[in-house]
């Protein structure tokens, strides 16, 4: 299925299975990493990224169901900012990032 995705500012035709999540998308079609996969049951929030603005969780939306622009961490920290949940969010990923994901990889 081909699937349009506005990320960070840039538009991506992709041609996804329409089972593929957004978090998926992200990390292995784009090569954008730093939105994690932690839990993959929307538990954790290791995976949040801003929808037109707005906080989701990329492991619980597929990338076909996705209408607006998508900002990951990667994004300019201007429009991570703007919202302080999606900062407390963010900075629960990048808690993950520094200190949770490293200790599995022993
Ligand atoms: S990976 Fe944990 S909420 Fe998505």
Known sequence: MDTLLKVNGRKHRLRLDERVTLLDAIRENLGLTGTKKGCDLGQCGACTVLVDGRRVLSCFLLAATVDGE????????????????CRRHFGTAMLFNAVIAPLGRS
């Open 70 to 85: 998508v900002a990951t961490i990667e994004a300019s920290p201007a429009k991570v900012s703007r919202c302080m949940r």
